[in-house]
């Protein structure tokens, strides 16, 4: 009887850990640079279409709206795709960008404006690789992302373009007081803003 229910805790402990690393094998597979579909359809359109498929948003420039879902994408044969340049994006706690598809990003110039709001799949490694818009990203919200600590946090410093930062709900920083003195002082012509709720 022992051996059995042994038997089952160990059956269930496997599916559950299985099912975890299939659904990051997921993530990361849907996260996946594509050069190819970057050169078909350039690198805005591709970029939206990444974010999208991940669960997050973009703005484009000129529009009032966040665009959230694929069938709002242009037709990628249309002859105006260059006239789609992706102004601002923001991530929440349904989306599952990472790291990985940061690439994305690059040659994005318009992106003035990213919010991450409980977004649980931005860690340190995805902040470090915002260093890809720090000639154009101007604000930068970060709400509740749990896999944040001081080593991202830090990395925001080669974000030389950025005028306004907010911080919210960082609660791994170890020493949050000394990280922002430090984020203000390597920024000097940002605006920092921190809040914790502890």
């Given at each position: ?16 850990m299985n099912t975890r690393y ?143 930062l907010e911080l919210k709900n ?29």
């Open positions: 009887m022992l051996r059995t229910l042994q038997s089952h805790i160990f059956k269930q402990n496997m599916i559950k299939l659904w990051q094998w997921i993530d990361d597979t849907f996260n996946c640079l594509d050069d190819d579909r970057i050169k078909e359809i350039g690198p805005n359109l591709a970029c939206a279409e990444w974010l999208m498929k991940n669960g997050a948003r973009v703005k484009w420039k000129g529009c009032k709206e966040y665009v959230s879902h694929y069938d709002c994408l242009p037709n990628p044969t249309s002859i105006h795709l260059k006239q789609f340049l992706i102004e601002q994006v923001y991530a929440g706690k349904e989306a599952s960008i990472s790291h990985i598809g940061f690439s994305y990003f690059k040659n994005c110039t318009n992106i003035s404006k990213i919010e991450f709001d409980g977004c649980d799949s931005i860690d340190n490694e995805a902040l470090s690789k915002l260093n890809i818009l720090k000639d154009y990203l101007i604000a930068l919200k970060i709400n509740d992302c749990v896999n944040i600590s001081d080593q991202g946090i830090k990395s925001l410093e080669q974000l030389q373009a950025l005028k306004y960082i609660n791994a920083l170890s020493q949050p007081e000394i990280m922002i003195d430090h984020l203000k002082a390597k920024l000097p012509e940002c605006n920092v803003q921190y809040c914790s709720n502890l």
